[in-house]
């Protein structure tokens, strides 16, 4: 399942300082705000707990976003496994549209669900698909607004 326009690059770091430094070598030329994030996602087997410190950050159209975790019950984050470097690739991100559409889709496709949150139309969904036996990395899918689009652009 490919669909939405791809937006967003991820990765796991178990520094996210660190993994900035590398990037900040690499074309960015400013540092972005680090986010804690504490939320509970929805998962095949019941609400599942993380916590979490991301930075986004933009270069040549592409948002970068990196993830450092602190708990992961949903164990999504460990399954991209040291490399030797301070960042490991995990997934892309794709923005839809019609979200109701296309999660009758994801109903009828054979990539698993891994996790879910919705915010509600006006703020932000996403979707985690476990894409790694066809694709080596996970596949994420968003919907949001308009305005959030927009608030997301200008990080």
């Known amino acids: 399942m ?20 590398v990037f900040k070598t690499r ?3 400013k540092d972005p705000m680090i986010i804690p994030v504490e ?40 399954n991209a496994p040291a490399n030797g470097g301070p960042i490991r690739f995990h997934h892309t991100c794709q923005r839809v549209d019609d979200w109701e559409t ?19 139309p006006d703020k932000l969904r996403f979707i985690y698909l476990d894409g790694r036996k066809a694709f080596g990395h996970y596949l994420e899918y968003t919907q949001m607004s308009d305005e959030m689009w ?4 200008a990080m």
């Open 2 to 21: 490919l669909e939405g326009t791809h937006y967003q690059n991820g990765y796991i770091c178990d520094d996210i300082e660190a993994a900035i430094a």
């Open 102 to 120: 296309f999660r009758a889709r994801v109903a009828e496709q054979d990539l698993p669900v891994v996790m879910e949150r919705d915010l509600g």
């Open 27 to 29: 074309g960015l030329n």
């Open 150 to 153: 927009e608030m997301t652009k």
């Open 39 to 78: 939320q509970e996602v929805d998962t095949p087997s019941g609400l599942k707990k993380q916590k979490l410190k991301i930075a986004m950050f933009w270069i040549g159209g592409v948002q970068y976003e990196l993830i450092q975790p602190i708990v992961d019950e949903v164990n999504v984050y460990a």
